[in-house]
């Protein structure tokens, strides 16, 4: 086996006393040359036959991002270049090229692409990358020149909405009205060796949708990339509906949305053999208004003290603003991976919310509302280190630690007010400035892989969590009573996962998964009001929990034709939490000290049955059906203590059975492709859900259930070469509403939504084209009685245009490349004539000198010896007959006179001169100088010799 450095360092061909002797001779015996595949008996294009091989396998690891080993095969120049290990390819040699023996898996250690990494490359595929080479290696002519592509796609819409807006703009993210903008710009700049310059961008106004994105990136040199986005989150001011209050679902009246903004700089170094490192910095910040699914009581005005129903709709105010600075650092060294990943967060967050407490029927203002106020600043300081080595190929094995600071302090204000008369001065609630909290996490784990062995792999990681939590602070109730706080949280997890895969039953693979986990946690909590008063609200808890988590996970995939496959997994997944309170005491004389709720809980139990099959069909080529069904059962089991509530009322002690959760999904998907011009495809999907509480009796909360069905179809049509009918319709409906029979309150929710796009696009050339879109939307939800329900039709128009040009190769000259200038027509026609004149003149001067050198020589003379007289030239050189043929046969020491050829030469070179007079000569008279001076020159030296 030829050990890869010894390989890569062997010369094409070996000079040895001036006889050429070839390398693979050199190597000898040592070759693993009849192991190879035989090459290619056929002619390869790189773009069709190898680029698909090395985009499949190889630019993962060997592009222009990173490449390891410092190996780049995007481009020729890198390619031929070689990297840590030397040369990699020989061109017209590849029995000797170290990529042949790399992705044949001759070199141990050295196999491409790695085992486990991704798929190995066939017999087949080997022979065409040794027929590439033994043909030269050469790329797509066109692979590596200079290139500039563009898109630009305005586009512009117009949207009309009947009935509710906002509930159209929370669905589409679409605002009603005229909408406009670019929806795609876009340059791409290919330079040489990778070098790439991009820009992309949108802008979409009134939805206040856009985005911009600008790149460099240079293989071996660094990257920089900055960018900006932005859009816009819309969401409804729509309440709930009670048929009993006799009023339509109450509103807001405003209009509510989130605006969601990103602005990123990153910089990275990517020099050969060096680290990896890229430096960052993000700017976020969300700011606007939300709905809120906690809704205020609306009270009847009759019958006199009837209870509330929750249904007037609430809103919350954010403005949060986020920076983070990152550093991430990669390096590969001895096989070895190494990553570094640094993350600081410095957020303030600020909300204020508003809700309902008390609004009369048939109001549209709450008669009472509170407002709550919080502040919130952390910084999160975090660090990741991870490494990764293929210690054999069977064995990969990885590791990685992280670090995590968070520091925070928070406060709010509480208080009530009076929608109806703001004059009136709010009552002041709790209020704080000083909370703290500190927070520390250590996470370490260690993964291995291993196999494939025969068929079978294996898998195996571990993974250990240490967080320390600590936090108090200091707030007055109702603005004047001192109070204190306190809580610490210590927690340590750990959780092992292993798998195992089997893949050599014929057609079949198994799989088997396992996954525990077991936390531990010890919780303080204490509170002390400080009124003078023994209350339930001064309490001291010390809680510690032990959490068993297991999840096991089976399954198989079998295909016993190659038009039919199947699917199937088994899941279950058991969580038992144990809860030791050992102590709980509080301050209370209505019950006997030590009911803080939930401290009478003692375990909870928590078991899921999950399992799927799928059925895959292609009874024909251009037809493939899935059909899925997926079960998901749980139940819930809690274990509580003797407890006595505040009015006296004693709970025995025990186990109970206390909910359950059942879903059963159905997936229909079919695609199908009648000819070659039309396309279809649908998903249906069907969901069953149920979820049951039996803590309670029935007639106080039913049973939640009902089904959800969806539809997501498309249908493409080529009408022809330059046109295509495309539409998307998709579909949704919810039949969850039911009463509640003990409260008389409608759960739940039932709707249908409907959407369709349909349109043309028309190719007006090869880089334009144009799409015309209609647009038709409906809502309907009739547990709120109409009060969503909208209707909206839309036009929608936009124009693409799609060019590249590549620049043209610069003409070389003696080795140089030389610029091009732009001449005028005029100053061309100019220095065209010069040129025409400068070389007649020369050419009557080098038939001059012919003469002179001639001039009363005989034919057997020595400066004209090689003349030969045939008997048609015994004449002189002045006889016009003679001139042309003795021109012809004229050999002089150190000249060579002017032929047909000789005169194109100069002609070109005379066009090459021009532009050298235009770049470095800026009047007439430097140009003519340097005429003189290029054709003189050679004059003289000619003369000279």
Not at 332 to 354: A, K
Not at 548 to 571: C, F, M, N, Q, V
Not at 800 to 828: A, D, E
Request: a negative charge; hydrophobic letters at 35%; aromatic letters at 12%.
């Amino acid at each position: 086996m030829i050990p890869h450095e010894r390989l890569s360092s062997l010369p094409r061909q070996a000079m040895i006393g001036g006889t050429v002797v070839a390398a693979s001779l050199a190597i000898g015996q040592d070759t693993n040359l009849p192991q190879l595949p035989a090459a290619a008996d056929h002619t390869i294009s790189f773009k069709e036959d190898v680029l698909p091989i090395l985009e499949g396998h190889c630019f993962q690891c060997h592009g222009d991002e990173r490449p390891k080993s410092g190996f780049n095969l995007r481009h020729r120049e890198t390619a031929l270049k070689g990297g840590d290990h030397g040369e990699d390819i020989i061109p017209g040699d590849s029995a000797n090229s170290p990529l042949i023996h790399y992705v044949a898996y001759l070199e141990e250690d050295m196999e491409m692409p790695p085992i486990g990494k991704a798929e190995r490359l066939t017999s087949q595929q080997v022979a065409t990358l040794r027929a590439w080479i033994d043909q030269g290696a050469a790329w797509d002519a066109r692979e590596d020149d200079s290139s500039l592509q563009y898109i630009f796609e305005p586009t512009i819409g117009y949207v009309t909405v009947s009935g509710d807006e906002r509930k159209f703009r929370e669905h589409w993210w679409q605002d009603d009205g005229f909408t406009g903008g670019i929806a795609e710009l876009s340059l791409k700049d290919q330079l040489k060796e990778g070098t790439r310059v991009e820009l992309h961008s949108r802008s979409i106004f009134q939805t206040e949708d856009h985005e911009i994105e600008l790149s460099f990136r240079k293989p071996d040199l660094g990257i920089i990339q900055f960018g900006y986005d932005q859009f816009r989150r819309y969401y409804d001011d729509t309440g709930g509906y009670y048929e009993a209050l006799g009023q339509d679902a109450p509103s807001l009246n405003r209009d509510l949305y989130l605006d969601n903004r990103r602005a990123w700089i990153d910089v990275g170094l990517t020099l050969p053999n060096w680290p990896t490192i890229v430096l960052g910095y993000e700017y976020q910040h969300r700011d606007g208004e939300k709905s809120m699914i906690h809704q205020g009581l609306v009270f009847p005005t009759s019958p006199p003290g009837a209870a509330g129903k929750g249904i007037f709709p609430s809103s919350k105010h954010i403005n949060e603003e986020t920076h983070i600075i990152k550093l991430d650092v990669q390096h590969e060294q001895s096989s070895w991976q190494f990553e570094n990943s640094f993350r600081g967060e410095f957020t303030e967050f600020e909300t204020r919310r508003e809700t309902a407490d008390f609004v009369d029927a048939g109001s549209t203002v709450p008669a009472s509302a509170t407002r709550v106020e919080e502040d919130y600043d952390h910084f999160n300081g975090a660090n990741t280190i991870y490494a990764e080595k293929q210690v054999k190929p069977w064995w990969l094995l990885s590791g990685g630690y992280l670090f995590s600071d968070l520091s925070a302090d928070a406060g709010f204000n509480l208080e009530t007010f009076l929608p109806a008369d703001l004059s009136a001065a709010p009552f002041q609630g709790d209020i704080s400035r000083g909370i703290i909290l500190d927070r520390d996490s250590h996470v370490i784990n260690v993964n291995s892989l291993f196999g494939p062995w025969d068929g079978l792999s294996f898998f195996a990681g571990v993974q250990n969590d240490w967080t320390s939590q600590s936090g108090d602070g200091d707030l007055l109730l109702f603005g004047t009573i001192p109070t204190r706080l306190g809580s610490n949280l210590d927690q340590i997890t750990t959780e092992e996962n292993f798998g195992l895969r089997y893949t050599k039953l014929r057609n079949t693979v198994v799989y088997a998964d396992a996954k525990f986990q077991q936390v531990d946690i010890g919780q303080k909590e204490n509170q002390f009001v400080d009124d003078g008063f023994p209350a339930d609200n001064d309490f001291m808890r010390d809680t510690n929990a032990t959490i068993d988590h297991k999840e096991y996970r089976t399954g198989l995939t079998y295909s016993p034709w190659r038009w039919a496959s199947i699917d199937a997994w088994h899941r279950r997944r058991l969580r038992q939490n144990d809860y030791n309170h050992a102590l709980d005491t509080d301050l209370g004389t209505f019950a006997p000290p030590g009911n803080g709720f939930s401290a009478f809980i003692r375990s909870r139990n928590v078991d899921t049955d999950d399992f799927q099959v799928k059925l895959t069909l292609r009874p024909a080529s251009r037809v493939r059906t899935t059909l899925s069904y997926r079960l998901t059962a749980t139940d819930y089991d809690i274990a509580t203590d003797p407890v006595v509530d505040v009015f006296g009322t004693a709970f025995s002690a025990g186990r109970s059975h206390s909910g359950n959760y059942d879903a059963h999904i159905y997936t229909l998907s079919n695609t199908i492709q009648p000819s070659q011009r039309i396309r279809l495809t649908g998903t249906t999907t069907i969901s069953d859900l149920r979820t049951v509480s039996e803590l309670t009796d029935s007639t106080l909360l039913a049973p939640y259930e009902g089904q959800i069905y969806t539809f997501l179809g498309t249908a493409n049509v080529i009408v022809n070469k330059t046109l295509t009918w495309d539409t998307t319709y998709s579909f949704s409906k919810a039949d969850f509403r039911q009463n509640d029979t003990g409260l008389n309150l409608p759960l739940g929710i039932d709707y249908d939504r409907h959407g369709v796009i349909t349109g043309f696009s028309q190719q007006l050339n090869d880089t334009s084209s144009l799409r015309l879109h209609y647009g038709f939307f409906k809502y309907d939800e009739p547990s709120l009685v109409e009060a969503n329900d909208y209707t909206a039709y839309g036009l929608f128009a936009t124009f693409r245009r799609s060019f590249q040009w590549r620049l043209p190769t610069p003409r070389k000259r003696h080795g140089n490349r030389l610029p091009t200038f732009p001449i005028q027509k005029w100053n061309y026609r100019r220095i065209r004539a010069k040129s025409w004149i400068a070389s007649s003149f020369w050419k009557k001067l080098m038939n001059l000198k012919l003469l002179i050198v001639n001039w009363g020589k005989t034919d057997n003379q020595p400066p004209i010896e090689r003349f030969k007289n045939d008997g048609h030239h015994r004449r002189s050189p002045f006889g016009n007959d003679d001139w042309t043929r003795t021109q012809r046969r004229l050999r002089l020491p150190g000249f060579r006179p002017t032929t047909r050829c000789e005169h194109r030469r100069l002609r070109w070179t005379s066009r090459t001169g021009r532009r050298i007079w235009m770049a470095r000569q800026a009047s007439r008279i430097n140009r003519l100088r340097h005429c003189r001076r290029v054709w003189g020159g050679r004059l003289l030296h000619s003369l000279g010799r």
